[in-house]
Nanobody, 122 residues
Framework: QVQLVESGGGLVQAGGSLRLSCAPS????????MGWFRQAPGKEREFVAA????????YYADSVKGRFTISRDNTKNTVYLQMNSLKPEETAIYYC???????????????WGQGTQVTVSS
């Protein structure tokens, strides 16, 4: 069982930046691919970014390419999502997820955090 805890959310003005962190419990962090997803009120959960176990592969949603960066530090058991040039429409709860393979598919991830709220004001 893997427990995921996100942090770093908050209120930011449009054009601003935030860095989210996710620190899974346990010593098996490096064996999991990690993903970030988000869900706005009334909308389905959507893929944002994903990174493979050794950080050799990354995927991004088209809407965030060039602005968001996913990274991981296996020595610190932490995955990050650096978000720049944020837009009001990106207001959502952001979730960290762990899975066996790196993929954009929501259903492929086995473990999920409780989420962290990101609010972008206009």
């Amino acid at each position: 069982q893997v427990q995921l805890v996100e942090s770093g959310g908050g209120l930011v003005q449009a054009g601003g930046s935030l860095r989210l962190s996710c620190a899974p419990s346990g010593s098996t962090f490096s064996t999991y691919a990690m993903g970030w997803f988000r869900q706005a009120p009334g909308k389905e959960r959507e893929f944002v970014a994903a990174i493979s176990r050794k950080a050799t592969t990354t995927y991004y949603a088209d809407s965030v390419k060039g602005r968001f960066t996913i990274s991981r530090d296996n020595t610190k058991n932490t995955v990050y999502l650096q978000m720049n040039s944020l837009k009001p429409e990106e207001t959502a709860i952001y979730y960290c997820a762990a899975g066996v393979v790196v993929t954009t598919a929501v259903r492929a991830y086995e473990y999920w955090g409780q989420g962290t709220q990101v609010t972008v004001s206009s």
